[in-house]
């Protein structure tokens, strides 16, 4: 029946009501007696619509509830409002703090972010990658697993905008965001050599973790300064992921070292939480018998008892310079790629201290 001088929606299917129904185009059309062109302009292209038509089209989406179809948009504008993330672990609260910050950039562009976490495994990127092509995204941030970056190179030719975030793009057309890890591996072995422990451990993830070989590397830049003036050790312990649990583990092998360090430095603050949580359950007092060191600062790293000192990470800008460089490349015209690199920042709090122990050197 008519009401109001105006035409009633189509019946809905048979079984559906419009609470439980995806409203059509059609419908809309039908409602504001105009063609589905017109309804088309008036979502993707309005400024051609006259008002009074405009005004009667945008009254029937609102009476329907009307809801564009983002895949029908995609198929229709090639265009999706949609950023992948693809990170090495999004319970690292490491990660999470870049997103935030990325998002925080995206979100006010009115983009949406798709976040993947590749737990360090080479072929689940892969399938991400594949997965964020085939829905057309706006672009891509990605912490990289594999040293090669072809494929995420290809991607990039391929049209899909790519900024590496903590990893630089070495010789690949890329952007990238990161932070000089080489210099946060000697601020963290350099303050334990300072404060006067000779012999300090590193739990380090493996070497094809380019953070993971940085901060190793900065640490024999400060072991070798270190040994200009009197004797010193730095010895790796490998673990094959940057986790509490593997933290946690690592303390058997610690303490069998001998002569056991009387310092531990470890590649993030996952790590160093594992390792106190095991010191502290074998009755190893930190920092009189074990200074710890961790990396990244994460939020949890000023609550732990004691206070773990830790190499801070600039995590939410480099997550907003990285989104900032995406946008540059999607919607700018003439885009030159370039790489920002951040400094750590070394946080000094309880958990490393003098060597007390007898026989190591005092400063
Ligand atoms: O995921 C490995 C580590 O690399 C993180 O903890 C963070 O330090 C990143 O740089």
């Known amino acids: 029946m008519a009401t109001s001088g105006r035409p009633q929606l189509p019946p ?20 504001a007696q105009v063609s589905l062109g017109t309804v088309s302009n008036v979502l993707n292209n309005p400024g ?73 495994s080479v072929e689940r990127e892969r399938r991400y990658l594949r997965v964020l092509e085939e829905h057309r995204v706006d672009g891509l941030l990605i912490t990289p697993v594999e040293h090669d970056l072809c494929e995420i190179a290809r991607l990039a030719a391929r049209g899909v905008p790519t900024v590496l975030l903590d990893r630089d793009s070495g010789e690949r057309e890329l952007c990238s965001a990161t932070v000089d890890d080489v210099r946060g591996g000697e601020l963290a072995a350099g303050h334990l050599f300072e404060l006067g422990h000779d012999n300090i451990a590193f739990v380090n993830g493996p070497s094809s973790i380019r953070q993971c070989a940085d901060r190793h590397e ?12 009197r004797p010193t050790t730095l010895r790796e312990i490998m673990v094959n992921a940057l986790s509490v649990e593997q933290g946690e583990k690592a303390v058997g092998a610690l303490l069998s070292l001998t002569p056991r360090p009387s310092a531990v430095m470890c590649a993030n603050d996952l790590i160093a939480l594992g390792i106190l949580k095991r010191l502290t359950e074998a009755g190893v007092a930190v920092p009189q018998d074990m200074a ?39 919607l700018g015209a003439n885009h030159k790629h370039r790489s920002v690199r951040f400094e750590p920042e070394l946080v000094v709090r309880a958990s490393s201290g003098p060597s007390v122990r007898p026989g190591a050197s005092r400063r």
């Open 48 to 120: 051609v619509v006259a008002e009074p038509t405009r005004r009667r089209v945008l009254d029937a989406i609102e009476e329907t509830g009307f809801v564009r179809s983002t895949a029908a948009h995609q198929l229709r504008v090639g265009k999706s409002r949609t950023v992948g993330v693809v990170l090495l672990d999004i319970s690292n609260p490491f990660f999470a703090e870049m997103v935030r910050g990325a998002e925080g950039v995206l979100r006010d562009k009115g983009y949406v972010l798709m976040v993947c976490s590749t737990d360090e």
């Open 292 to 330: 710890v060191v961790g990396y990244d600062d994460v939020s949890f790293a000023s609550m732990l008892s004691p206070p773990l000192t830790s190499v801070r990470q600039p995590k939410y800008e480099l997550g907003a310079i990285a989104a900032e460089l995406l946008l540059e490349e999607a």
């Open 218 to 229: 900065g640490a024999v830049r400060a072991q070798r300064r270190a040994r200009r003036r």
């Open 12 to 31: 809905p299917q048979a079984g559906l009501t419009s609470a439980n129904r995806r409203v059509t185009i059609r419908e809309v059309a039908y409602l």
